[in-house]
């Protein structure tokens, strides 16, 4: 591996606070806690708890394309399979919200883990297509499926009580809930990609064949970062559907694929906020903009070809050039 020279990553390791964290990297998420904590009474609370999941998603598979640098076609299968299993649990079993999400998130690992499997064996866009071919047909299996409703989803689904004793059917009670998911979700992304096992994923990255001469079992690694970022998306899916108290088709569709994907690269691929703001403008337009119909998608259409022309590094990305420290 070679020695990093780039003048951002230099000043990051002048500005290391005595925890490990860069200290403008914990002033952002202190800034953005307490934003979040006020958010609720500012802004409609279900509208900022769907930011959070997406954000969550977002975050989620940056963790696989831009640090492990695998483009996944086919997230919206963990995201939507989960969303399904945590309403089923939720509404049919009777489990408290905290247990079906857990339930939901176990599912999408499990499918992470058996299509990941599959889908390491091939390289570039042959590995997007594989994850796009399994995406659809998990999309076929909950068209078809008798526990996911079908076209009509699975709907009403209770909110229940946190741990059988906190009331979540106020929303301003749920957000305090999904607020901890979303935080304990990134600050274990950050935690993930600062560790040596993030470094080796960097390394593979950008020099596979160095990285696998140096006595890396590569896709053991991909094979990992898979699996982790189809759990947390799975984390993201599965509290959705107790937010929404509802799981559909759209959630398993190929174009949920497509809008993580805008996420994370109007964001900024490869840094730690980029995809939370992502999320937020992509969440943003299609709830502010909802009236104008399918003009909404023609409008992401053209940030997302405005984004790649001149924002290539995304938002955050732009950003992190200016100030010249890694965001």
Same mark, same amino acid.
């Given at each position: 591996m070679?020695?990093?020279?780039?003048? %951002?990553?230099m000043?990051?390791i002048?500005?290391?606070?005595a925890?490990?964290?860069?200290?403008?990297?914990?002033?952002?998420?202190?800034?953005l806690?307490?934003?979040?904590?006020?958010?609720p009474?500012?802004?409609?609370p279900?509208f900022?708890?769907?930011?959070?999941?997406?954000?969550?998603?977002?975050?989620?598979?940056?963790?696989?394309?831009?640090?492990?640098?695998?483009l996944?076609?086919?997230?919206?299968?963990?995201f939507?399979?989960?969303?399904?299993?945590?309403?089923?649990?939720?509404?049919?079993?009777?489990?408290t919200?905290?247990?079906? #999400?857990?339930?939901?998130?176990?599912?999408?690992?499990?499918?992470?883990?058996?299509?990941?499997?599959?889908?390491?064996?091939?390289?570039?866009?042959?590995?997007?297509?594989?994850?796009?071919?399994?995406a659809?047909?998990?999309?076929?299996?909950?068209? /078809?499926?008798?526990?996911t409703?079908?076209?009509?989803?699975? /709907?009403? =689904? +209770?909110?229940?009580?946190?741990?059988g004793l #906190?009331?979540?059917?106020?929303?301003?009670v749920?957000?305090?809930?999904?607020?901890?998911?979303?935080?304990?979700?990134?600050l274990?992304?950050?935690?993930?990609?600062?560790s +040596?096992?993030?470094?080796?994923?960097?390394?593979?990255?950008?020099?596979?064949?160095?990285?696998?001469?140096l006595?890396y079992?590569? !896709?053991?690694?991909?094979?990992?970062?898979?699996?982790?970022?189809?759990?947390?998306?799975?984390?993201?899916?599965?509290?959705?559907?107790i937010?929404f108290?509802?799981?559909?088709?759209?959630?398993?569709y190929?174009?949920?694929?497509?809008?993580?994907?805008?996420?994370?690269?109007?964001?900024?691929?490869?840094?730690?906020?980029?995809?939370?703001?992502g999320?937020?403008v %992509?969440?943003?337009?299609q !709830?502010?903009?909802?009236?104008?119909?399918?003009w =909404?998608? #023609?409008g /992401?259409?053209?940030?997302?070809?405005?984004a790649?022309?001149?924002?290539?590094?995304?938002?955050?990305? =732009?950003?992190?050039?200016?100030i010249?420290? +890694?965001?």
């Open positions: 070679t020695t990093d020279t780039n003048p %951002i990553a000043a990051a002048t500005s290391v606070g925890a490990g964290m860069p200290r403008h990297h914990f002033a952002i998420f202190a800034a806690f307490v934003f979040l904590i006020a958010a009474f500012l802004l409609y279900i900022v708890m769907k930011v959070l999941c997406f954000a969550l998603f977002a975050c989620a598979f940056n963790l696989l394309l831009g640090y492990g640098g695998l996944s076609f086919g997230h919206a299968a963990y939507g399979m989960a969303s399904y299993v945590s309403a089923h649990a939720a509404k049919v079993w009777g489990l919200p905290e247990l079906a #999400i857990i339930a939901g998130t176990l599912v999408a690992a499990v499918l992470g883990l058996a299509i990941g499997s599959l889908a390491i064996r091939r390289h570039g866009i042959y590995f997007a297509m594989v994850t796009l071919a399994f659809q047909m998990i999309y076929f299996f909950s068209l /078809q499926a008798a526990f409703g079908g076209e009509d989803g699975i /709907q009403a =689904v +209770p909110r229940g009580h946190l741990f #906190i009331d979540l059917r106020s929303s301003e749920l957000y305090f809930f999904v607020l901890a998911i979303f935080f304990a979700g990134i274990l992304i950050y935690r993930i990609i600062h +040596p096992f993030g470094q080796v994923l960097k390394a593979i990255r950008e020099n596979e064949p160095r990285a696998i001469s006595g079992r590569v !896709n053991r690694y991909k094979l990992a970062v898979f699996v982790l970022s189809a759990t947390l998306a799975g984390v993201a899916g599965a509290t959705k559907a937010v108290q509802l799981a559909s088709l759209t959630d398993v190929w174009t949920m694929s497509g809008e993580v994907v805008l996420m994370t690269l109007l964001g900024g691929m490869g840094t730690v906020f980029g995809p939370i703001v999320a937020a %992509i969440v943003t337009m !709830n502010y903009l909802a009236t104008f119909g399918d =909404v998608t #023609i /992401q259409g053209i940030i997302f070809v405005v790649v022309l001149l924002f290539r590094e995304g938002i955050i990305g =732009v950003l992190a050039k200016w010249r420290k +890694p965001l």
